[in-house]
């Protein structure tokens, strides 16, 4: 179970000066892992950990032996506790390491960013209960929360094939749609596309098939997180989603942010997951004593959006949302990733599970165009007049995350960014 | 595009001799692609082509340079067809090969298979038009069939990671199920447990993201096909489908052949998809030349059960259902992929399309228990007197599959199976 240790004590600074900034995504206390190689040259990417704007190369620094992130991921929770010890006591000021260390540093703007991981298998759940109840205002005006929902964490397959790291770039989805008075559906490029703002959930041990993994285990079971863009074409999801759910409105593009937060670095951000009165408390199979008292991430959540109007004039990015992942979600990582087993369906090590879309109970807090402009039906209006009801070619959208509390050095999810080509 | 010639030769003969016997699954005329290693032996499995009741060894027999089947079946078709050539010379009657290659046969009853290939991601289709009605019956008793069904290949992703080869036995999955009346769910086994009679498209060379494939060059994509069986818990799936699809009810076991049959070996086994007068033509992107007149696969189906009573009393397994794959689907495998890559999504070499479950209009020609059974009303009685509405524990299914057509010598899927434990 994750604790707070010395790792996490705010008094820590690192010889790596910029990682002392205030502010900065990657503090001591954060040490998130990702894979890197320098810009331009084509080698295979390495694991690296992200400290201030540098990023340490794990296996130059001989704190491990494989360049294989999925291995890593798969190590048990003592041996992944024992690294992270490791490498926060070398960055430590004044540790023993720095004179070795310092060499085996690399500029995060020196270099490319991969996928995080192999992912295997990706799972896109649906825990946004603000975002279920919008969304489902508008497929479904008579029933918009399914009587299931507050059941069964509601999730279903996505595609591996499609993911990609931060700054992917995509060309608009063309597919079948169909206007609600018309006789029959016209092919074309999608006129409501959107993104969704995510969190990943990265499978740290995987069980075998047949083994379904009790909540009491589940958190063991889980690396760390990214942030996730579920780029959604609505029109499309409107034609295809009936009866077997959403597939062409999805698989296009999903992307990740490129540094995996530990749940060990989230520690001090974790919350209890409270449900409103009268709503019915889960099965014993999804409810237990860690997850019911802290299984919930305390991050804040933000979109913006850069259009390609505010590129040329020199506008910075405006945001379109500030939310909480812990107060958007009705189900904790724990009990997505118990659910997911308890039929004994194998997860492996880096697989994906997707939060859903967190929005918030407020209007400013939701994480797609599709609740913030009621369906299409209110447009955003920008600083620079510019007006969005779905995403227009050359759009960026980024999304950040971060965590703050009294008593704990804020760390960062970094961002991930995306641009809708023509 | 797959054409016929001289490998397809009714009067052509192997040396290996078991191979000539009328009904053998694997006549030269087959040549179906494998991955095996000898019972007992843990080492790397090893690419190999069926002939008779033997293995040809495709390293050993220095036809191929590798033992990873993605690589194989990435090849272009050229490089494919000339492969296909290669083998079947070298194991025609008379050939110079017999003496070496003799040497790299290994017999079928001596090796255990693997999952053909590595599967990065599946996703199961519903292309059997008279299943969806009969299932719709009992999901949606006023809306059997969805208005998008003939204009949209209904298609959703599976699960990669729990599909195992013929042979697979698990355990009954669990999981949350609520009975219509009842005012909240229950927690337990599944006690609908269904098999789905499907084939597997499997894909050969894949498409960069961003760039569809045109349902001219879509059978370039196609590699082969398998039987397979895609378990199903009804009572899960009926509770927790809705909005987002099947999950649970699917994830814990699916099971496929070992044997590859190539798009090659099916060539003279292809059909016109006809439509019924008065349904509407596919939009023009999912309708071209080839596959409107010989886009179908005429395969013949079969279902058997084997329940523990039977193997007790030394019975046969008995037949369920005896269909045709042509007329029970509503879609051809070029038209699921380059539906699947319409959006740019990419499907890479390996990636396996499940048909959806294949049944005939008649009602002997189900490929489900939910179908031949009513929904659970109407037991199916075996001749041993044994009743089942769904899956016992000990039941062992049968998929069996073959082409048969004057003029041409009959070929064999194989078979898979696999047994629900308590």
């Known amino acids: ?179 609600p008075d018309a006789a029959q559906p016209t092919f074309g490029p999608s006129r409501r596309l959107d993104y969704e703002l995510e969190l990943g959930y990265f499978v740290g041990g995987g069980n075998a098939l047949g083994q379904p993994v009790s909540i009491e285990d589940a958190e063991d079971h889980l690396f760390g997180v990214t942030l996730l863009n579920d780029w959604s074409a609505r029109d499309i999801q409107a034609w295809e989603y009936q009866p077997l759910g959403p597939f062409l409105s999805k698989n296009f593009a999903t992307t990740v942010s490129p540094w995996l937060v530990t749940t060990e670095a989230l520690a001090p951000f974790r919350a209890a997951l409270t449900r409103p009165d009268g709503d019915p408390q889960p099965l014993p199979y999804l409810d237990g004593g860690f997850n019911r008292k802290a299984g919930a991430f305390d991050i804040t959540l933000e979109v913006l959006i850069l259009t390609e109007r505010m590129v040329e004039s020199g506008l910075p990015p405006e945001r379109l949302t500030l939310g909480n992942a812990g107060t958007a979600a009705y189900w904790t990582a724990a009990q997505l990733l118990t659910h997911h087993t308890v039929n004994g369906c194998n997860l492996q090590s880096g697989d994906l599970l997707g939060s859903g879309t967190l929005s918030g ?47 704990a050095v804020r760390i960062g999810l970094g961002e991930v960014r995306g641009t809708v080509l023509a």
């Open 1 to 179: 179970m994750s604790l707070i240790n010395e790792t996490h004590d705010p008094a820590l600074k690192s010889w790596v000066e910029e990682a002392n900034r205030p502010g900065s995504d990657f503090p001591i206390q954060n040490l998130p892992f990702g894979r890197y190689r320098p810009i331009g040259v084509d080698e295979d990417f390495r694991i690296g950990v992200a400290i201030g704007n540098q990023i340490l190369d794990l296996q130059g620094a001989d704190l491990i032996d494989t360049s294989d992130m999925n291995a890593l991921m798969a190590l048990d929770t003592a041996a992944r506790q024992r690294l992270r010890r490791e490498i926060s006591r070398g960055l430590s000021k004044g540790s023993a390491q720095q004179q070795t260390w310092s060499k085996r540093l690399i500029a995060q703007d020196a270099v490319e960013m991969a996928v995080p991981c192999r992912i295997g298998d990706y799972t896109d759940f649906y825990t946004g209960i603000h975002h279920a109840t919008s969304v489902g205002k508008l497929f479904r005006p008579d029933q918009p929360l399914m009587p299931n929902y507050k059941w069964v964490p509601i999730g279903y397959h996505g595609r591996s094939s499609s993911i990609r790291v931060s700054g992917q770039t995509f060309r608009r989805p063309r597919g079948q749609t169909k206007a």
């Open 361 to 407: 109970p407020a209007a400013n807090e939701a994480g797609s165009l599709l609740e913030l402009t009621e369906g299409g039906k209110k447009p955003v209006v920008l600083a620079n007049g510019e007006q969005r009801t779905f995403l227009e070619d050359g759009d960026t959208l980024i999304l950040r995350g971060w965590c703050e509390r009294p008593g």
